[in-house]
């Protein structure tokens, strides 16, 4: 019996910075759940990216940079007019995302860190993406359509991944600022995920839009950081979640479900005080997978390219800690991981190109932007 994830390890290992060559391993591995890995381009801390109509990517980057990339020439150029963002140990700029409707209104959103006296957020801005002739572009119309509320002092658990649904509205997961007790507090959007209109308007459906301010935007709480939406193709919403000292999840996301942090945990604080697990407080939702020891999840699609029709509804999270990409199989409201690939790296981000290829993009300074396809395919 041939040991498919390990051969899976060897040839992505052998494939990382050999595109084009052949292996043993791939001759040896047949058709199916397999690909050759390609750096393409590298970025200095990069977070995000989402690929245009044209093919063109957009990356940011979080010292404030938003790419505009060129794979095929390997080239990228600044967006002028990003707002200015405090780059701190685990913000700066964060998420970038296109409007549903983006090739008639051009509008792409960001997410990034605010800074002042009082202290740090994380914003959501709206802006019109012009494209010039010279391959450049800038932002105008910029406008800030959310904030967290309230600041906090310290540098980690921003969340701000983004997301839009088949609806038109749009998604955002707010972290907790690593201080736990707001995630509770409905008077706070720290710790949620948060639904929109797509001006940043709130939802008359919304959970608990009669309450007014701060709590009509919020649609799930208990959260602790959230750095990954995905909607499966019947409209579910799965978020990742990191845990504490062990407890990383994956949520399927319901309509003002409390996710317990930090009551319940499947982990617990990093100081070794025990967080009871869910199953002491069932009124709390349980992550329908939990990782212990953690992966710190980071990116996410759910597939549905030609280019892997085996992978066609799976989702895709990319492993910091794990230095991993993991395969996730959903059947329903359930899901389990199905497959784990080794990739020697940190996975801070997940994006299905226009011809059904991965793209992964690897954290930190020099980081890799990968493209995976499968073996024998072109580049
Ligand atoms: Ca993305
Ligand atoms: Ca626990």
Request: aromatic share 8%.
């Amino acid at each position: 019996m041939i040991d498919r994830k390990r051969y899976l390890m060897i040839m992505v290992a052998g494939f990382l910075f050999s595109a084009g060559s052949v292996s043993q391993a791939q001759e040896e591995s047949g058709p199916g759940h397999e690909f050759t890995a390609t750096e393409l381009m590298r970025f200095d801390y990069p977070w995000a990216m989402t690929f245009l109509p044209d093919g063109r990517l957009l990356v940011t980057e979080m010292g404030g940079a938003l790419r505009l990339v060129d794979v095929e020439r390997r080239q990228s150029q600044s967006i002028r007019n990003v707002p200015k963002v405090a780059h701190v140990s685990q913000g700066g700029l964060g998420d970038v995302v296109l409007h549903p409707d983006f090739e008639d209104n051009e509008l792409i959103y960001i997410s990034y860190v605010e800074a002042d006296a009082s202290g740090l957020d994380a914003a959501v801005a709206r802006a019109r993406l012009a494209l010039d002739e010279q391959g450049g572009g800038t932002l105008e119309d910029l406008e800030v359509i959310w904030r967290q509320h309230p600041k906090m002092r310290g540098e980690g658990h921003f969340g701000y991944r983004l997301a839009f649904d088949d609806d038109g509205m749009l998604w955002i997961s707010s972290s907790e600022r690593q201080k736990f007790d707001p995630a509770q507090d409905v008077e706070s959007n720290l710790g949620k995920i948060v639904r929109l209109e797509d001006d940043g308007s709130v939802p008359e459906d919304n959970p608990l839009f009669d309450r007014g301010g701060i709590s009509a935007q919020v649609w799930s709480l208990g959260h602790r950081n959230i750095l990954g939406l995905a909607f499966d193709d019947d409209g579910r919403l799965w978020a990742h979640e990191m845990g504490p000292k062990g407890g990383d999840e994956l949520n399927l996301i319901e309509k003002g479900a409390n996710y317990g942090y930090p009551i319940v945990s499947e982990g617990n604080h990093y100081d070794g005080t025990p967080i009871p697990n869910h199953d002491t407080r069932p009124e709390f939702k349980a992550p329908v997978i939990s990782w212990t020891p953690v992966i710190s999840p980071a990116g996410f699609i759910i597939y549905d390219g030609e280019l892997f029709p085996e992978w066609q509804g799976s989702g895709f999270i990319g492993a910091l800690s794990g230095k991993a990409l993991v395969r996730i199989e959903f059947n329903g409201d359930d899901a389990r991981e199905a497959e784990r690939f080794d990739m020697k790296r940190r996975i801070r981000e997940v994006e299905q190109g226009p011809d059904g290829a991965i793209w992964l993009l690897e954290d930190g300074a020099g980081a890799g932007l990968l493209k995976l396809v499968p073996p024998g395919a072109a580049n």
